[in-house]
């Protein structure tokens, strides 16, 4: 996840409000209108001695980049960079950021040798592009790749607790939370977008399932279910495998009645399986193998549903090369 600043230089007060609905990280701003900034709302304002700006217009210019880098500052390229120079201080740069004047050189301001700029520094002249960058390039975080799993087994698994996921964002159908038994196999499981007559959409919600179950978070983590609290931030993940960041407003947590999912994906070493426990009600949903949210109690063995497969092995969360077994 990149860090997204706007550069508010020269001062522009409904830029400066722009960037904060849009939901930059900080703000760069002249020490003199440093306080007028911090007055507008709260977020981390910097100057350029906190993050020196470099124009790179001949190779000595990158020794002087390297220079501030040695001395402990965050180090910014003013616009105009290019590739080369760009690759360069990559790989002598811990964190680098980039100015940008638009969401097309953001785009390429973040991808550059694959790891791209830490920070993207967003000039006036792209204030028009912010929430699209913000979105792109700070709230996603890339696609990633479902398999088709075949249920092979759904029986009932009495009580447990189990727990609601609220965010506060509003999600889409075809949206939902990967979870699951191992970290190794999770299930797309639905927000409830859908309504019945009985009960009312809650696009904010995902009932994701058992306290134990595995959830992906941003940065390739996990956590478990019961962990999650409000302030905690979660991957939102849709049918196409699109990812994005979304803030637990409230976990909810209650005693209800369960199903223990089981399902397998057909892999060139053979298959692999995977289960996940989610509650018995109509209201919760899987997604099918064509993308189509699929209540639970409706579920077949036999349907297919959307999942991720991975290799096993997390500790507290972030990813460790280990043999590992989890069932």
């Not at 007055?39 to 390297?66: F, H, N, Q, W, Y």
């Not at 975080?141 to 009495?158: F, N």
């Not at 889409?172 to 409830?192: C, R």
């Not at 803030?247 to 994906?265: C, D, H, N, W, Y």
Request: with cysteine.
């Amino acid at each position: 996840m990149k860090k997204i600043i706007f550069k508010a230089i020269p001062f522009d007060k409904k830029l400066i409000s722009l960037a904060l609905e849009s939901g930059v990280d900080a703000i760069l701003t002249t020490p003199e209108d440093r306080e007028t900034v911090e007055s507008l709302g709260r977020t981390t304002v910097l100057t350029p001695e906190d993050m020196p700006c470099v124009a790179i217009t001949e190779k000595a210019d990158e020794a002087v980049a390297v220079d501030l880098d040695k001395k402990g500052k965050n180090v910014c390229l003013a616009a105009g960079w290019e590739i080369i120079p760009v690759e360069n201080l990559l790989a002598q740069i811990d964190a680098l950021a980039l100015e940008a004047e638009s969401l097309d050189r953001a785009r390429l301001a973040a991808s550059v040798m694959e790891r791209g700029a830490d920070a993207i520094v967003v000039t006036s002249e792209g204030a028009a592009d912010l929430k699209q960058v913000v979105a792109e390039l700070k709230l996603s975080q890339g696609k990633m790749e479902l398999q088709k799993a075949t249920v092979t087994k759904i029986e009932s698994a009495g009580l447990a607790h189990r727990v609601c996921v609220d965010t506060t964002s509003k999600l889409k159908k075809g949206q939902g939370i990967l979870t699951g038994n191992s970290s190794a196999f999770t299930f797309l499981v639905h927000a409830e977008t859908e309504s019945n007559p009985y009960v009312a959409a809650r696009p904010f919600r995902v009932n994701a399932g058992a306290v134990h179950a595995y959830a992906l978070t941003p940065g390739d983590k996990t956590c478990y279910l019961e962990e999650l609290r409000a302030g905690t931030e979660v991957l939102v993940v849709d049918k196409s495998g699109e990812t994005s960041v979304a803030v637990v407003g409230r976990s909810k947590l209650e005693v209800r009645p369960m199903l223990l999912i089981t399902a397998e994906v057909q892999t060139p070493e053979g298959p692999v399986s995977g289960k996940v426990f989610l509650q018995n009600a109509e209201t919760i949903r899987v997604v099918s193998g064509d993308g189509e949210p699929v209540s639970v109690v409706t579920l077949k063995e036999g349907d297919e549903v959307l999942c991720r497969i991975d290799e096993a092995g997390r500790h507290f969360g972030m990813r460790i090369k280990e043999e590992i077994s989890e069932d």
